[in-house]
């Protein structure tokens, strides 16, 4: 799985342009092929920072995704951020969910 993680950081006057760009996008980057998720969030400590972050089933599919036309969108967002859009790919080999939380707990002390 890859996981890509896109951080933001918006001019406070074009906040609201920014964020219907997001919400524009959710959806066809959903329908996209190999997509297993992908969410939009703003930072509780900076309202003008929007995190978005895309599950991909493949390196092959998120790669694909990459060269489409919504990721030149969120690309084109940039004459609207304060500063360069950060961008981190994760390779993920390996998923844990609340059993492994539990299994960390148990081993504390």
Do not use: Y
Not at 60 to 85: A, C, W, Y
Not at 95 to 105: E, H, I, K, P
Request: hydrophobic share 35%; glycine share 4%; aromatic share 4%.
């Amino acid at each position: 799985m890859m996981i890509v993680r896109m951080t933001f950081k918006v001019h406070p006057e074009k906040h609201l342009e920014v964020l219907q760009t997001l919400l524009s996008l959710m959806e066809p980057l959903r329908r996209e092929p190999g997509c297993r998720s992908c969410a939009a969030f703003c930072d509780i400590e900076d309202e003008n920072r929007f995190i978005l972050l895309e599950e991909w089933e493949t390196p092959n599919e998120m790669n694909n995704h990459i060269r489409s036309q919504p990721f030149d969108v969120l690309l084109g967002t940039k004459t609207l951020l304060s500063e360069p859009p950060r961008i981190r790919i994760h390779t993920v080999s390996r998923t844990g969910g609340m059993d492994a939380v539990r299994a960390l707990r148990r081993k504390k002390g």
